[in-house]
């Protein structure tokens, strides 16, 4: 019989009641007020995983404190009671990169090779590069998010103004300056403002994401 790896114990560990309990007690002795830590957690958990576009949010916020809580009961491990949603978004963020590397063998055909077979790559780098899409992935969620906040025209004009490119470009803006009525400057100044108000509402996103 094969002796199953450090993974699968982790993979196949189970939240208990007596688990559980402990992992509540780390937040608060109160219970009511634990109970309400834990739910303030898990929804901001949710919502971490919904930005960065998962099709299981619920179950990967469920993972974390799983997690979490193993450590607690295994190796006694003492949350932060002042501020202890930082571990829990950290924690997230490796649920996540673990997600993604599982996409990345399916997606190479190397959930059949062992381990001796995989490609040589630097894992530093590997994680280095999987948090900069992660990052860059948040970010482009979040401006898609702010699309939707602006008034129909001022989307129309963006679009249109982004959409002129090569030799034509200049043309293409002096036509939809004339259409809109303005100088290509005062057109200049509108989509600036624009781009503004997309970066600045992705910023809040972020920020609430993060954080």
Same mark, same amino acid.
Request: net charge positive; glycine share 2%.
């Given at each position: 019989m094969i002796a199953p790896t450090k993974k699968q114990f982790k993979k196949d560990w189970t939240l208990t009641a007596e688990a559980f309990a402990e992992l509540l007690s780390s937040f608060d002795d109160d219970r009511e007020r634990a109970s309400l830590i834990y739910e303030?957690?898990?929804?901001? $958990?949710?919502?971490?995983?919904?930005?960065? /576009?998962? $099709?299981?949010?619920?179950? /990967?916020?469920?993972?974390? !404190?799983?997690?979490? &809580?193993?450590k607690i009961s295994e190796e006694n491990f003492v949350l932060d009671?002042?501020?202890?949603? @930082?571990? !829990?978004?950290?924690?997230?963020?490796?649920?996540?990169?673990?997600? /993604?590397? /599982?996409?990345?063998?399916?997606?190479?055909?190397?959930?059949? $090779?062992?381990?001796?077979?995989?490609?040589?790559?630097? @894992?530093? %780098? &590997?994680?280095? %590069? &999987?948090?900069? %899409?992660?990052?860059?992935? +948040?970010g482009l969620n979040a401006l898609r998010q702010c699309r939707q906040n602006l008034k129909t025209q001022e989307l129309k004009v963006l679009d249109e103004y982004n959409a002129a490119i090569g030799k034509d470009k200049k043309k293409l803006h002096e036509e939809l300056a004339a259409? +809109?009525?303005k100088s290509q400057n005062a057109l200049k100044i509108t989509i600036n403002r624009t781009r503004k108000k997309l970066v600045e509402c992705a910023k809040k996103k972020l920020a609430i994401v993060m954080n």
């Amino acid at each position: 019989m094969i002796a199953p790896t450090k993974k699968q114990f982790k993979k196949d560990w189970t939240l208990t009641a007596e688990a559980f309990a402990e992992l509540l007690s780390s937040f608060d002795d109160d219970r009511e007020r634990a109970s309400l830590i834990y739910e303030d957690i898990r929804k901001r $958990l949710v919502r971490q995983f919904r930005a960065s /576009q998962s $099709l299981i949010p619920e179950e /990967q916020a469920d993972e974390v !404190f799983n997690r979490i &809580a193993r450590k607690i009961s295994e190796e006694n491990f003492v949350l932060d009671r002042t501020n202890p949603y @930082p571990y !829990f978004h950290q924690t997230a963020r490796y649920v996540l990169l673990e997600q /993604q590397r /599982q996409n990345r063998r399916r997606i190479l055909g190397l959930d059949d $090779l062992n381990v001796s077979d995989e490609p040589a790559y630097d @894992p530093v %780098k &590997a994680i280095e %590069k &999987a948090e900069q %899409k992660l990052r860059t992935e +948040l970010g482009l969620n979040a401006l898609r998010q702010c699309r939707q906040n602006l008034k129909t025209q001022e989307l129309k004009v963006l679009d249109e103004y982004n959409a002129a490119i090569g030799k034509d470009k200049k043309k293409l803006h002096e036509e939809l300056a004339a259409s +809109l009525g303005k100088s290509q400057n005062a057109l200049k100044i509108t989509i600036n403002r624009t781009r503004k108000k997309l970066v600045e509402c992705a910023k809040k996103k972020l920020a609430i994401v993060m954080n």
